[in-house]
């Protein structure tokens, strides 16, 4: 009995050793950023949000691609809100395919407002290809699809370092110790100075990880705001009907004779 009982305990110890290494390795909590957009009456910073789009046009748009975004949506209240001409400005800095012309031909054009962001492969294929073998995932819905959401990927824009002792990683491989695994294979494209913001923000690496999270976040759940003040109104109305059910209760109630 005795045996079967320090057999248990040792295989459990066992367990434990070999256990803890690996969740403490792969099970990292994001950083928590103290965000604009959070809680009930949370907005978007509109000029992290511009600064963001910078951002993300000049460092993450040649491997990430944003299918579900317009160049007008920047312009749309709640985002953005670049200026119209702005709007077209960016628009008209990208070439677009389209086509076939009267001659069956596929044609370049500038872009406009209603084209979707351009993707920057012909196709999946391509995009891995291109990657070392890893597809560049969509950053459109990118906040919503990641456990941790903003936290996690402003975390892992951050997250990166030298690995430690006795961690080997392969050729093309980074570490990153808020990843799962801490191995990702997107080279840390942030240094600062990177980016020479147009309002003349300091563009640090963390600065940089916070404004394109920001835009990043607004593009998942562009209608965020619009959602937070229609809950405010909604709690707003709940507590008045409640004061109004409550007062008209304790009117009927006190006409009625309690005595027996």
Same mark, same amino acid.
């Given at each position: 009995?005795?045996?079967?009982?320090?057999?248990?305990?040792?295989?459990?110890?066992?367990?434990?050793?070999?256990?803890?290494?690996?969740?403490?390795?792969?099970?990292?909590? +994001?950083? /928590?950023?103290?965000?604009? =957009? &959070?809680?009930?009456?949370?907005?978007?910073?509109? %000029?992290?949000?511009?600064? !963001?789009?910078?951002?993300?046009?000049?460092?993450?748009?040649?491997?990430?691609?944003?299918?579900?975004?317009?160049?007008?949506?920047?312009?749309?209240?709640?985002?953005?809100?670049?200026?119209?001409?702005?709007?077209?400005?960016?628009?008209?800095?990208?070439?677009?395919?389209?086509?076939?012309?009267?001659?069956?031909?596929?044609?370049?054009? +500038?872009? /406009?407002?209603?084209?979707? =962001? &351009?993707?920057?492969?012909?196709?999946?294929?391509? %995009?891995?290809?291109?990657? !070392?073998?890893?597809?560049?995932?969509?950053?459109?819905?990118?906040?919503?699809?990641?456990?941790?959401?903003?936290?996690?990927?402003?975390?892992?824009?951050?997250?990166?370092?030298?690995?430690?002792?006795?961690?080997?990683?392969?050729?093309?491989?980074?570490?990153?110790?808020?990843?799962?695994?801490?191995?990702?294979?997107?080279?840390?494209?942030?240094?600062?100075?990177?980016?020479?913001?147009?309002?003349?923000?300091?563009?640090?690496?963390?600065?940089?990880?916070?404004?394109?999270?920001?835009?990043?976040?607004?593009?998942?759940?562009?209608?965020?705001?619009?959602?937070?003040?229609?809950?405010?109104?909604?709690?707003?109305?709940?507590?008045?009907?409640?004061?109004?059910?409550?007062?008209?209760?304790?009117?009927?109630?006190?006409?009625?004779?309690?005595?027996?």
């Amino acid at each position: 009995m005795i045996k079967s009982n320090l057999k248990i305990v040792f295989l459990a110890s066992l367990l434990f050793i070999l256990f803890k290494p690996i969740q403490s390795a792969e099970m990292v909590d +994001p950083i /928590k950023v103290n965000w604009s =957009f &959070k809680g009930l009456t949370g907005t978007f910073d509109r %000029a992290s949000l511009q600064r !963001g789009f910078q951002v993300y046009k000049e460092v993450c748009s040649s491997c990430h691609s944003m299918q579900y975004l317009s160049y007008r949506n920047l312009g749309e209240q709640g985002g953005p809100e670049f200026s119209e001409q702005e709007v077209k400005a960016i628009a008209a800095s990208f070439e677009i395919q389209d086509g076939p012309d009267d001659q069956g031909e596929m044609f370049t054009r +500038p872009g /406009k407002p209603s084209d979707k =962001f &351009k993707n920057p492969y012909p196709n999946v294929q391509a %995009a891995i290809a291109a990657n !070392g073998g890893a597809y560049p995932p969509d950053m459109s819905v990118l906040v919503k699809a990641r456990k941790g959401g903003a936290n996690y990927i402003y975390s892992v824009l951050v997250g990166y370092d030298d690995p430690p002792p006795g961690v080997t990683l392969d050729e093309g491989v980074y570490y990153n110790k808020y990843m799962i695994g801490n191995k990702i294979k997107m080279p840390n494209n942030l240094t600062d100075g990177l980016v020479e913001y147009a309002d003349g923000t300091e563009s640090s690496v963390d600065q940089m990880a916070k404004d394109v999270t920001t835009f990043l976040a607004w593009a998942a759940e562009p209608e965020l705001e619009e959602r937070h003040k229609t809950g405010v109104k909604v709690i707003i109305y709940l507590i008045l009907l409640t004061i109004l059910v409550y007062l008209s209760m304790k009117k009927i109630w006190s006409r009625i004779d309690t005595e027996i």
